[in-house]
């Protein structure tokens, strides 16, 4: 009986967009939300008209406790931003303008891994972005990914790195991080920082 019960429970979260898994290693938990196209939405009329003002399309995915997931793209890359209360973070700049490793960076996979401490506060994001390698004389020859890590802290979300794995990323996630993302929008009004 107790199986049956865990299939269902599976089969809800898979349902809608959430899926758990518990570290073997720890008490802590990660959490997957979807972020396949045709699982996501549009992004809300007030926060979508701030990226379309920028040229920018959003579309709003599974978040999960108070934190909301955007994928945000221009016709050639895109990332994610993260929003808590009233305040909005992106991964542009790691994502798009210090990348050193493809062109083109978009976002990779069909999920987000979602960190928490041993009482489910949220404590991190994963996320993979692929992009065109650079091969033997600048020409764009394969395609590569890399796993971003962020710690999550509602006052201001700070990137860990780049991970050539998910297990990687989640030892940076739990590392020094220090580098603070840009804020972009706070009470739904841009922001500078």
């Known amino acids: 009986m107790r199986c049956a019960r865990n299939d269902k429970m599976a089969a809800v979260l898979m349902v809608t967009g959430i899926y758990l898994i518990s570290a073997m290693s720890s008490d802590a938990a ?7 196209e045709g699982k996501c939405s549009a992004a809300p009329g007030d926060v979508l008209a701030q990226y379309q003002v920028r040229g920018l ?6 978040g999960y406790k108070g934190w909301r997931l955007f994928i945000v793209s221009t ?3 895109s990332w994610i931003d993260l929003r808590y209360g009233r305040q909005t973070w992106s991964t542009e ?7 050193t ?7 990779g996979g069909t999920a987000v891994e979602w960190g928490t401490t041993t009482r489910g506060v949220p404590s991190s994001i994963i996320f993979r972005i692929d992009a065109q390698g650079i091969g033997k004389e ?6 590569t990914s890399r796993y971003y890590a962020i ?17 990687e990323a989640r030892v940076l996630a739990t590392g020094k991080c ?16």
């Not at 399309?57 to 599974?62: G, L, Q, S």
């Not at 600048?138 to 395609?143: A, K, Q, S, V």
């Not at 220090?178 to 920082?193: A, V």
């Open 30 to 36: 990660a959490i997957y939300t979807s972020i396949e």
């Open 57 to 62: 399309d959003a579309e709003e995915c599974h």
């Open 75 to 77: 016709p050639e890359r």
């Open 93 to 99: 700049r790691v994502v798009v303008h210090e990348n």
């Open 101 to 107: 490793y493809g062109h083109f960076p978009n976002i």
């Open 138 to 143: 600048g020409i764009m020859d394969t395609n």
């Open 151 to 167: 710690k999550l802290n509602q006052d201001r979300p700070t990137f860990c790195g780049l991970a050539m794995t998910n297990e």
């Open 178 to 193: 220090d580098k603070p993302l840009k804020k972009i929008m706070s009470d739904d009004k841009t922001s500078g920082n």
